[in-house]
């Protein structure tokens, strides 16, 4: 009987610290700050030449960074916003990344980042 009662112990228990991962964390003035200057840059992104792409797509991708490593350092309790963020990351590096875009690539990609920082903020706002 202890033997059964200890199995399904260490069952629950696992299943838990699996299912922490998969609950929302908590409302941050700091990450609902940072998270509306991304979007922001994704809306108003100018894609007229390299130097003005460059400029956005290095902008996009400190300040991703920041969101990131802020969320990081907060613990494994935000780890659904690092989820969050993870496509717009690798929008924004593969941008970055990208010698020299042309003007058709660089709105490709803005239509893209402007859908993926749109609905980051709204998860990101509609926490408690």
Same mark, same amino acid.
């Given at each position: 009987?202890?033997?059964?009662?200890?199995?399904?112990?260490?069952?629950?228990?696992?299943?838990? %610290?699996?299912?922490?991962? =998969?609950?929302?964390?908590?409302? *941050?003035?700091?990450? &609902? /700050?940072?998270?509306?200057?991304? $979007?922001?840059?994704?809306?108003?992104?100018?894609?007229?030449?390299?130097?003005?792409?460059?400029?956005?797509?290095?902008?996009? %991708?400190?300040?991703?960074? =920041?969101?990131?490593?802020?969320? *990081?350092?907060?613990? &494994? /309790?935000?780890?659904?916003?690092? $989820?969050?963020?993870?496509?717009?990351?690798?929008?924004?590096?593969?941008?970055?990344?990208?010698?020299?875009?042309?003007?058709?690539?660089?709105?490709?990609?803005?239509?893209?980042?402007?859908?993926?920082?749109?609905?980051? /903020?709204?998860?990101?706002?509609? $926490?408690?």
């Amino acid at each position: 009987m202890k033997l059964i009662t200890a199995l399904v112990l260490s069952v629950s228990l696992t299943g838990c %610290a699996a299912i922490q991962e =998969w609950i929302p964390s908590f409302w *941050d003035d700091n990450q &609902s /700050a940072k998270i509306i200057d991304i $979007r922001q840059k994704a809306h108003n992104i100018d894609c007229t030449d390299v130097i003005t792409q460059k400029y956005w797509s290095s902008a996009l %991708a400190r300040d991703i960074q =920041w969101f990131e490593l802020y969320s *990081d350092s907060k613990g &494994s /309790a935000q780890k659904d916003v690092l $989820r969050m963020i993870e496509p717009m990351k690798k929008t924004v590096a593969e941008w970055d990344g990208r010698e020299n875009p042309s003007k058709a690539y660089c709105e490709l990609k803005k239509k893209i980042i402007k859908v993926q920082a749109d609905k980051a /903020a709204n998860a990101v706002h509609w $926490r408690f």
